[in-house]
């Protein structure tokens, strides 16, 4: 999903009129024939920008025209960004079996090392405790080996045999330990369920989805922006961001340039971090959306 986003910004820039021309180049010749190539690829990039969000709601709202807007454009200087978690992950079953527990639902909150999903870990258990009954016959096994061989009863090879079946019986608990470690999945960090497509005495199998999940505050910004803002684009720089959703506005900051510029849509990646909340405003949440504004310098 995040993929396709970020393609989505890219071709939504493509479709902007003159990719961020400060006014008043049109009177230089060169400044004019790079206007005029720009709108003539026009066309082919609003035709790529509808096969980029056609059949998806989410990005076509992203592109969508805004309130007294026409057609969705963009100024000179803005670009539209998306806010994202700080992290994110999809958890998934490390062992097969079947649920016992599920404390946390879609949308909850929860703590880092808060039990998420518990199994059904009777099974492994068991296989744990023979696991140990092995390790201590072949400990002992090993301590009258070696008994025996001060009295020079039995040889070197045997006791050295015995020692590698404890060996043996060592790792088996250990990876016995392993699997009754596993039957309890716990919060990597703080943060809230995204998506749960699993219930409580439902069979999982192995590697099966169990829950998505994202970190609590830390919210980042995702942009595309064009390449040629290069020329007075630098990390630290700051923007006024305002969220569709609320409608409030914000100040952040570029914290990271792209390495590499899109060949195609001449665009480069960056991201950056909200310096305020705003006042007054409604809680963000990742997956919001809005127009950045930059004031370049000598703009």
């Given at each position: 999903?995040r993929?396709?986003?970020l393609?989505?910004?890219?071709?939504?820039f493509?479709?902007?009129?003159?990719?961020?021309?400060?006014?008043?180049?049109?009177?230089?010749?060169?400044a004019a024939?790079?206007?005029?190539r720009?709108t003539?690829?026009?066309?082919?990039?609003?035709?790529?920008g509808?096969?980029?969000?056609?059949g998806?709601?989410?990005?076509?709202?992203?592109?969508?025209?805004?309130?007294?807007e026409?057609?969705?454009?963009?100024g000179?200087f803005?670009?539209?960004?998306l806010?994202?978690p700080?992290?994110?992950a999809?958890?998934?079953?490390?062992?097969?079996?079947?649920?016992l527990?599920?404390?946390?639902?879609a949308?909850d909150?929860f703590?880092a090392g808060?039990?998420?999903?518990?199994?059904?870990?009777?099974?492994?258990?068991?296989?744990?405790?023979?696991?140990?009954?092995?390790?201590?016959?072949?400990q002992?096994t090993?301590?009258?080996?070696?008994?025996?061989?001060?009295?020079?009863s039995?040889?070197q090879?045997?006791?050295?045999?015995?020692?590698?079946?404890?060996?043996k019986?060592?790792?088996?608990?250990?990876?016995?330990?392993?699997?009754v470690?596993?039957?309890?999945?716990?919060?990597?960090?703080?943060?809230?369920?995204?998506e749960?497509?699993?219930n409580?005495?439902e069979t999982?199998?192995?590697?099966?989805?169990?829950?998505?999940?994202?970190?609590?505050?830390?919210?980042k910004l995702r942009l595309?922006?064009?390449s040629?803002?290069?020329?007075?684009?630098?990390?630290?720089?700051?923007?006024?961001?305002?969220?569709?959703?609320?409608?409030?506005?914000?100040?952040?900051?570029?914290?990271?340039?792209?390495?590499?510029?899109?060949p195609?849509?001449q665009?480069?990646?960056?991201?950056?971090?909200l310096?305020?909340?705003?006042?007054g405003?409604?809680?963000?949440?990742?997956?919001?959306?809005?127009t950045?504004r930059?004031?370049?310098?000598?703009?």
């Amino acid at each position: 999903m995040r993929r396709a986003a970020l393609i989505a910004l890219a071709t939504g820039f493509v479709c902007a009129a003159g990719f961020g021309v400060p006014p008043g180049r049109a009177q230089d010749g060169t400044a004019a024939r790079d206007t005029a190539r720009d709108t003539a690829g026009d066309g082919a990039g609003d035709a790529a920008g509808a096969r980029a969000l056609a059949g998806d709601p989410a990005l076509e709202r992203l592109f969508a025209p805004r309130d007294g807007e026409v057609g969705g454009g963009l100024g000179a200087f803005e670009a539209r960004a998306l806010i994202e978690p700080r992290a994110e992950a999809i958890l998934s079953s490390e062992i097969g079996g079947r649920i016992l527990d599920l404390p946390v639902d879609a949308g909850d909150r929860f703590a880092a090392g808060d039990v998420l999903v518990a199994f059904d870990c009777s099974f492994h258990q068991a296989e744990l405790r023979a696991a140990r009954a092995e390790l201590t016959r072949a400990q002992r096994t090993l301590d009258n080996k070696e008994q025996l061989a001060r009295l020079n009863s039995v040889g070197q090879l045997e006791v050295a045999l015995a020692r590698a079946d404890v060996a043996k019986a060592e790792a088996q608990v250990q990876t016995r330990k392993l699997y009754v470690d596993r039957c309890t999945l716990t919060a990597p960090y703080d943060g809230r369920v995204v998506e749960r497509p699993v219930n409580a005495h439902e069979t999982v199998g192995k590697d099966q989805e169990l829950m998505s999940v994202i970190a609590a505050g830390g919210l980042k910004l995702r942009l595309i922006v064009p390449s040629r803002w290069l020329a007075w684009l630098r990390t630290g720089q700051r923007f006024e961001l305002t969220i569709d959703e609320t409608g409030g506005t914000h100040t952040a900051e570029v914290t990271t340039l792209g390495a590499r510029i899109d060949p195609v849509s001449q665009t480069l990646p960056l991201e950056g971090r909200l310096l305020d909340t705003g006042t007054g405003a409604p809680r963000l949440l990742p997956g919001m959306s809005g127009t950045a504004r930059f004031d370049p310098p000598n703009g």
